[in-house]
């Protein structure tokens, strides 16, 4: 698998989700992917992740 240039040595993270719905007896399957229609970038080991997502100020923003 060819993976973003730069991506340290030691990065882990998850590849695959299998979700289960007990009640309608569906499984789904998701995969973590490096780009997506629309534009979307995967991102690694960026700070500005914290700061966007992860502060207390962002959570509030984010949960409105």
Same mark, same amino acid.
């Given at each position: ?8 040595? $030691? ?9 289960h +719905? ?10 973590? *992917?490096? $780009? ?9 080991? +960026?700070?500005r ?8 100020? *962002? ?6």
């Open positions: 698998m060819k993976w973003i240039e730069g991506t340290p040595n $030691t990065f882990v993270s998850w590849s695959y989700v299998h979700a +719905d007990l009640q309608s007896n569906r499984m789904s399957r998701f995969y973590y *992917a490096q $780009t997506v229609p629309g534009g979307y970038h995967a991102i690694i080991d +960026d700070p992740l914290f700061d966007d997502f992860c502060t207390i100020e *962002a959570l509030e923003r984010l949960g409105r």
